[in-house]
């Protein structure tokens, strides 16, 4: 499949997405949708205990269901074992023991979905229960807790030390909890395994990351790399979920056991067990400041729980550790920041992770110091804001127009929406309501975000593309090839951007992803438009001196190109980034910082709980719009899970137990909760990025929950230290019923 | 197992189907129609959106023999402008949504032209009932977007009806 972009649009514009017309007439195939004659359908049998010894595996009555092909244990897996992006502590099927619920334990191919999934509780599993261990804190700091992981119950303990002055005039102390979200993309989990004739297999998978998966799928498989080749199907959402692996090796495993296509497609309950959430925090944070409300110390604890397996959660505590004070100048700075192992659902990458955390607990203080001071929130965000020349926390310093102070006076002076009305369908809860609006109280909010863009902390953090330009039907036309994937932010609408405006031709071709080219590294950390739209240009710029050394004799592009095709390849490598000193947290751990700030204006019934979010506005410094419609989806998606995390959105774990996986129990965010939003968008280039441009993905996550808290909190007075907050947590604060 | 007849984009379709197959695997699964996606499988999303004899329905809490020899259209068999709209409004980002929201919107502008009114109707009495944003929203209300398209939805609804 190669998509044919439309109109002649470069860098800048609203080039239309060129996937639009497959996704609005139903051609576009997702993962999901594969089909091949023959193939198997693949089930995964869960362990329905956070802890527990495996003292027997009996797969007999499983493997003797009609329609049965295969039954799969630990003992089946063909190479090594374990994997996992960071450590490879995950076991590809439970051995001898599981650490969380929904844990695999074994793998089933069948000829029919419903016999595969049969087959799978038929399998008798001897279980022998552990008592589990599910308090961050407790798994981190008491010596006497149970290790859930053989090398301890902490992933990363990262300090940040600045300064020795932790006095001041005026002190605020608060406790902060942010509750565990999904990705809760649309589309759950799946993908076709095919077993080639060369012993290998091709993956059709839907992932944010095909090298990475192709770098732990091949080892557990014990084939060498090249024989696991990977291709990218329709992604129906990520947001972080997809960095992990789900059913890659699973499916492989089964696919090379039956010599079959395997597909395995997970349902909405087994997607909440099939891949990591967002970490939830439990924070402390000390703001000192003058009378004035100029910063002189921000101490803070941050604990982040990981649950059972690493996953990502060193660069989650790195991101909450490094940027755990927010876009603030203070000269003394005390954080430590931790990451747990618990038998709870493992965490990992979720858009913004571990700024999102941080930035509801520091932005909470702000408002409470604010308060103390006398200040508005947004006077006081302005007396502390970074800009351009400013030192971070880690003691980096801001090399790059960061001008906070200007976006929050711009978000102050846009217009407010109007008084609420008291019709009925207006007010929060709308035709439910109960009431004729008596206790419905306005409140508005602010909040600040800073997110680092791209891979921190000395990752090698690099894209690779190629591109060839060639004569097609006797017209230049130019392919574009990367491994990066699509998951709906519009990156193929940027590659094609990019050739046109450094090509000046217009017909563009968008080859699939696959690893028959180089990594482009993760769709993640709002990263793609600039690593692989730098790949993408250094490319095209090579191209083009290439063609210009061919043409300098007069000759025309169609003759150049008729002696054969042009291609180039270029890896694209932003500025390096450096560890945080593991002591001191100091370091200049980041390339690109990226700001965002939210306004939200509610309406809070303070008797029922129930909250309506009116307006939203933001301003978001983009460094170079590569194209306003798809940005503005970005702005409106990432300011809609915002809302989500403030309003609504948690697993709820009890006893390491999941209590509501599935949509009608964890709720996200509908048409009637996104209210319309008012944006301005700046342009203040990044000199070391293309185009100037920064990652924008991310930062409206970050800024939208804590303005929403503090909106509610505005109207309601309550203090509301824990998102998302609940109706309870309003309609029955100060009583014994609040929870 | 029962053998049944639907009419499926106006062509007919016979399936051989054990009764409990719900509408959405049917065709999904035995006529390879995967325009139609499942987000739940329990009528929390809408991403199943499809037309049964021009109402919208969510194909998975439905039983395929329940509408046998019914007229049902799918993503594929749909012609509207609001496909054109969802495009330059941007109406989505994976997209994974799209044909239920697609399907759910050309069921919406029917039940509107037939003069239904919705939650946020005013004036319950008229025929003539304006197709305001509230309006498009509350109709819109059950399928989800995760990506958070929504803006974009309803500017695509509101340009596809002009
Ligand atoms: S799949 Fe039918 S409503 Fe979600
Ligand atoms: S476009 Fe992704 S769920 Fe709507």
New binding site residues.
Partial sequence: MSIATGQVQGVGQSLLRPDGTLKVTGEFAYSSDLWLDGMLWGATLRSPHPSAWIRSIDVGPALAMPGVFAVLTHQDVPGVKFYGLEHKDQPVLAIDQVRYQGEPVALVAADHPETARRAADAIVVGYELREAVTDPRQAAFDPACPQVNPHGNVVRHQPVRVGDRFTADVVVTAEYEVGMQDQAFLGPESGLAVPAEDGGVDLYVATQWLHVDQDQVAPCLGLPKEKVRLTLAGVGGAFGAREDLSMQIHASMLALRTGKPIKIVYG?EESFFGHVHRHPAWMRYEHGATADGMLVYVRAEIVLDGGAYTSSSPAVVGNAASLGVGPYEVDNVWIDAYGTYTNNPPCGAMRGFGAVQACFAYESQMDRLAEACGLSPVEIRIRNAVSQGSRLATGQVVDTPAPLAGMLRELAAMPLPGPGSTDLRALPGGVAQTTHGEGVRRGIGYGVGIKNICFSEGFDDYSTARVRVELLGGEPHVLVHTAAAEVGQGLIMVKSQIARTELGIDRVTIVPADTTVGSAGSSSASRQSYVTGGAVKAACEAVRERLDKLRAGGASLAEVLAAGPVEETREYRHRPTFPMDPVTGQGDSHTQLALCVHRAVVDVDVELGLVKVVELAAVQDVGRIMNPLALEGQIHGGTAQGLGLALMEEIQVRDGKVLNPS?TDYLIPTILDMPPMRLSILENPDPHAPYGLRGAGEPPTLSSTPAIAAAVRNATGLALARVPIRPDDIALAGSALAG | MADIRMRVNGSIEKLDVEPRVSL?DALREHLGLTGT?????????????VLADGERI????ALAVQYADRDITTIEGVTSPLQRSFVRHDGFQCGYCTS?QICSAVGMLTEHAAGAPSAVTGDLATMEIELTAEEIRERMSGNLCRCGAYNGIVAAIEEGIR
């Fill in positions: 909405r949509f | 959405l996606k499942k987000g739940c499988d329990q009528g929390a999303c809408g991403a199943c959106t969510v194909s998975c809490l239920g």
